[in-house]
């Protein structure tokens, strides 16, 4: 069954260190989505993909970056972790157009 | 002004009683309109959709679009204990999918 994976499942860093979060979907969707979620925020979108090469930044975006050298993943990178990105971290995704998004399990990040 | 607007709650209601969640949402380029459910601890899961005005109806749940007054709703009939769960509204406008803050359900057996 297709599906949409991430990793780790859960990280403890260090402030100013860099950490990536890998996501990894098997439905050959388009679109793909990065969210933290934080108690009383809902879901808050970090960084988005169309396609390949294509990355736009989300309301949350400072301190993170995608990229999208392939159709089925899209990283996370924190450049220097800080404590306010203290979080659960969740990937997205779905076809083009007006469709649903299946998220990945989560990936619970803690800075020290 | 969040893009899109729910009552964070906690909202509680009495088993078999009706759930009413509502949503207002800020871009009127917005098309589909979605109600994720959440269990504590567990990712998001995919409710209804919703695209026309008026309601849309699956099992015990209804969805309700009014793209003038730019609100959404969803109504859960006979509610149960399993429908405790943190429910989140979502706006899909140019392929961009932007959630509101969520609602905590609970339901008292």
């Known amino acids: 069954d297709a599906e949409i994976t991430q990793s780790p499942r859960h990280k403890i860093t260090e402030t100013g260190r860099q950490v990536t979060l890998a996501c990894h979907q098997t439905?050959?969707?388009?679109?793909m989505f990065w969210y933290r979620q934080d108690l009383g925020h809902g879901l808050r979108l970090i960084h988005y993909?169309?396609?390949?090469?294509?990355?736009n930044k989300g309301e949350v975006s400072d301190g993170y970056s995608v990229s999208r050298s392939n159709t089925e993943d899209l990283p996370l990178t924190l450049e220097s972790a800080a404590s306010s990105q203290t979080s659960v971290y969740f990937c997205a995704s779905s076809t083009g157009g007006w469709t649903e998004a299946f998220f990945g399990q989560g990936t619970r990040l803690t800075v020290v | 002004q969040k893009e899109v607007e729910q009552n964070s709650g906690p909202l509680s209601v009495p088993e078999g009683a009706i759930a009413s969640l509502n949503c207002t949402y800020s871009d009127r380029g917005s098309q589909s309109f979605f109600w994720y459910r959440q269990y504590s601890g567990k990712s998001p899961e995919l409710i209804m959709f919703?695209?026309?005005?008026g309601d849309k109806e699956d099992g015990r749940f209804t969805a309700q679009l009014n793209k003038a007054s730019q609100y959404v709703s969803l109504l859960i009939r006979d509610s149960q204990p399993s429908d405790s769960a943190t429910y989140l509204c979502a706006s899909q406008g140019a392929q961009k999918l932007v959630f509101g803050q969520g609602t905590r359900l609970t339901i008292n057996p």
């Open positions: 993909s169309y396609g390949v090469q294509d990355t």
């Open positions: 919703i695209y026309s005005n």
């Open positions: 439905w050959n969707h388009n679109n």
